[in-house]
């Protein structure tokens, strides 16, 4: 099976910087997304990693290490609205999609 | 374009029911993959469905099921329900399976509760 890690909860302050990492163990592997879920709502798409390096995209980075099965979530200059549960999910060889089970980050004034 | 949508947005059954939910993808979109949501196992794959077809199915019993018609809106059935069904049930939608950077775009869910 697949075995996704990423912490359960974060708390920063507005303007900050927070780095949520996600750690996985699965059978083979095609992609790492990572997704933003505001409570009551869908996921939506941030980023995706298939080789290793950092992806940036405004204020939100991810990157991946793919031998060390590693990958973070850079979030700079934190706004309230980044208040939400940020979701790892890994693609592995049989393409389904696996989710850790989200790190909830609250951004306090 | 209209996003997914998903049908009923909130549902309150009793064991031992049955329920059906719809999807409608996003214009275009062919493939279709359905999951559970609960706080304490978060976001699992059920199944996923292409031209009419299901490609992936997600480590859960047979009472879960599912199907795709010919226009790609999809329908999940879950029989003989039990107290432990409780969730939010997601649908996302693709241009084709998961290959690349083919991303999966969620519909708001529709959240089961069984009493």
């Known amino acids: 099976g697949q075995n996704i890690d990423q912490p359960t909860e974060m708390t920063a302050t507005e303007g900050a910087i927070v780095q949520i990492n996600c750690t996985y163990q699965t059978s083979g592997f095609n992609g790492l997304f990572w997704y933003q879920q505001h409570a009551g709502e869908a996921p939506t798409f941030l980023s995706y990693?298939?080789?290793?390096g950092l992806e940036e995209k405004g204020r939100f980075s991810s990157f991946l290490s793919r031998s060390k099965g590693y990958s973070y979530l850079l979030l700079k200059e934190l706004q309230m609205k980044d208040s939400a549960s940020y979701l790892c999910a890994v693609r592995a060889n049989d393409y389904k999609l696996s989710f850790g089970a989200g790190t909830t980050v609250t951004v306090r004034a | 374009k209209a996003g997914v949508t998903q049908t009923p947005r909130y549902l309150i059954k009793t064991r031992g029911q049955q329920v059906t939910l719809s999807c409608s993808p996003i214009s275009g979109h062919r493939s279709v993959s359905w999951y559970q949501q609960t706080p304490g196992q978060g976001l699992q794959f059920l199944f996923e469905y292409f031209s009419e077809t299901q490609r992936n199915k997600g480590n859960f019993p047979g009472r879960f099921s599912g199907r795709q018609f010919s226009n790609s809106r999809s329908e999940m059935n879950v029989s003989t329900l039990e107290l432990g069904d409780s969730a939010l049930y997601l649908c996302?939608?693709?241009?084709?399976?998961?290959?690349?950077?083919?991303?999966?775009?969620f519909g708001p869910g529709t959240r089961l509760l069984v009493l």
């Open positions: 996302a939608s693709s241009f084709q399976p998961g290959q690349g950077a083919e991303t999966q775009y």
């Open positions: 990693n298939v080789l290793d």
